[in-house]
């Protein structure tokens, strides 16, 4: 969906002088104070904060009992099952765990749910065939907040249940497991209400050891990984995990990881938080969504390359299947929209969609609707459904509010999932359009511009390259946007089999290529010889050999001076800096 709005800084940009004298470039400066670093202290603290930023995991309600139980499985040698989730954050966590279990020498059971045939959280024939097993202990990650029915059943059975996870809980009642370690329990202390399921099940580890670094030292890739495909804030504790887990997997990766990179090509690319988020998550994610998370989880605890490669291989192929299976379920549903268009919240209902990859086609078409947007896959009598937010809707909320129409939801506030009968459906979409009327999105969809750069200087090699010590990104430390306003729209190109395009602007004399990914040339809203406003981040491009900076534009529109020129006529007078591109 095109922005229907634009947020564009006015004034002259702000440089502290302090940070220039403490060696920062004009542009990372300028970026800093917009963020709030004015001071070279803060700066230094937020860019380089080290494990300062780790807060104590001991601050997490009911971990003390958790730690003290699976210590005590560690003396006596038990046998320990870890229930998982079918998503890069389950699958990781479950590895997390898995591994440092089976370096203390314990029997240790992984265990990743069948999306398709168990569906989301724990279940009850899963412990059945733990009890079968010998295990007795379960350890939960990424979900088990909502299972206080399983809970019941593991105290039935003579299991201990230790649940971390990370999701909402909801005004429901708490399992009555031995321990439930949820930031977002409301009687928790833990200020960090953004760890990710992995971060969680490792600060019950760090519980467990006394101590962060020598779980880092092996583990923060696993970490890394599922926080940020989890899209998790990537401020304090979270930054500095993320940091050096992307060190880890360039420095020295384990060998699945390793494999993937090699076999996608990504290895040879400096590794960022987005080479986590676009190019390893999803293949390892592909694996949930066709019904086989076992097989990443399997790559992700591989001890050598050789055992490594051949599944590498087939994530990738399944990451292929299940882009063509998503891509066909999109279409079917776009066309239908763009027949009848929808005026609240899209909720559609087929038989024939695949469950697994219904999340990322509704996250597709909320973000071309500008709407929330739930899918639901029927089966027989029943369904299961996939919502995403937009706007800043909150989904959770919305779904408490309909839960007479579910037989059951949980998940966030941006992401969830849901059960339904066949014959509820149309109610839930009734009920839902009218809570969107009570309660709608908050937010308009607007482009933010962090900075707008009027010195073409500010766009030096120096300074693009420096930027790359913000990062990671992420959510809470977003990629910087950054704006030419009035710019002259020189060349069009459009590449890729005409799916994007390459452009060249001028302003003041200088010249900038471009680069804008997903737009064909007839869906600019602008053509060679206009005056344009271009929203971009500026990278560093290295094509055989040569090197230049080349911005990649997430934005393009015709220069708006219009309200500017009314206030002009009407009398107005503005400051030269808020019209500065109309004065002559």
Not at 249 to 264: D, F, I, K
Request: proline share 6%.
């Amino acid at each position: 969906m095109k922005y229907s709005k634009w947020i564009i800084p006015r004034g002259e940009t702000v440089v502290p002088e302090a940070l220039l004298q403490a060696g920062y470039t004009p542009l990372l400066a300028a970026m800093l104070a917009r963020r709030g670093f004015s001071e070279p202290e803060t700066a230094k603290e937020f860019l380089y904060g080290g494990a300062e930023q780790l807060l104590p995991a001991e601050d997490m309600a009911d971990m003390p009992k958790a730690a003290a139980r699976l210590r005590e499985a560690i003396s006596r040698g038990e046998t320990v099952a870890v229930y998982g989730d079918y998503d890069v954050d389950g699958i990781t966590s479950a590895c997390l765990v898995t591994s440092y279990l089976r370096s203390k020498g314990l029997k240790c059971l992984p265990y990743i749910p069948d999306r398709i045939g168990e569906g989301y959280g724990l279940n009850s024939a899963a412990l059945d065939g733990f009890k079968a097993a010998g295990a007795t202990l379960v350890v939960t990650v990424d979900c088990g907040i909502t299972a206080v029915r399983e809970a019941g059943h593991a105290r039935e059975l003579g299991l201990d249940l230790i649940i971390t996870d990370h999701h909402e809980c909801g005004s429901g009642v708490l399992p009555d497991a031995l321990a439930v370690v949820d930031p977002k329990r409301a009687d928790c202390p833990y200020p960090n209400k953004g760890l990710a399921g992995v971060g969680v099940a490792f600060k019950l580890l760090c519980a467990v050891e006394g101590g962060e670094e020598p779980l880092l030292e092996s583990y923060a890739d696993l970490i890394a990984a599922g926080t940020v495909a989890d899209v998790m804030p990537l401020t304090g504790e979270n930054r500095y995990i993320v940091r050096r887990g992307l060190e880890q997997m360039a420095s020295r990766p384990r060998p699945g990881v390793a494999a993937l990179l090699n076999e996608c090509g990504g290895g040879a690319k400096r590794l960022t938080a987005t080479t986590v988020g676009f190019t390893i998550a999803p293949r390892i994610n592909a694996a949930g969504r066709l019904g086989n998370a076992a097989l990443a989880a399997k790559l992700l605890l591989a001890g050598s390359c050789e055992e490594a490669e051949p599944l590498a291989r087939e994530l990738c192929r399944m990451n292929h299947e299940r882009q063509e299976l998503e891509h066909g379920i999109w279409t079917q549903a776009r066309e239908y929209l763009r027949r009848n268009p929808p005026e609240g919240p899209i909720v559609l209902a087929s038989e024939g969609w695949h469950q697994g990859v219904i999340g990322i086609a509704a996250s597709r078409l909320a973000e071309e609707f500008g709407l929330p947007c739930v899918m639901i896959c029927v089966d027989g009598e029943h369904g299961k459904g996939s919502c995403r937010s937009y706007g800043g809707f909150n989904l959770f909320d919305a779904l408490s509010a309909c839960r007479d129409s579910l037989e059951g939801f949980g998940g966030h506030a941006l992401a969830a999932g849901l059960t339904i009968r066949r014959d509820r459906i149309d109610a839930f979409r009734a009920e839902l359009a009218e809570y969107y009327k009570r309660c709608p999105a908050p937010e308009q969809p607007a482009l933010e511009c962090e900075l707008r750069v009027d010195d073409p200087a500010l766009l030096s090699m120096d300074c693009v390259k420096s930027l790359e010590l913000l990062e990671p990104y992420g959510t809470g430390n977003p990629q910087p946007v950054i704006c030419l306003t009035d710019v002259y729209l020189e060349r069009v190109t459009p590449i890729g089999g005409g799916n994007h395009v390459k452009l060249r602007l001028a302003k003041a004399g200088e010249l900038f290529d471009c680069v804008m990914f997903g737009t064909r040339a007839e869906e600019l809203g602008a053509r060679e010889g206009d005056r344009v406003d271009a929203a971009f981040y500026p990278q560093i491009n290295d094509f055989h050999g040569r090197r230049s900076v080349q911005l990649v534009l997430s934005g393009l529109r015709r220069a708006d001076t219009r309200g500017e020129c009314e206030e002009i006529l009407s009398g107005g007078l503005p400051c030269a800096w808020e019209c500065e591109d109309i004065y002559p």
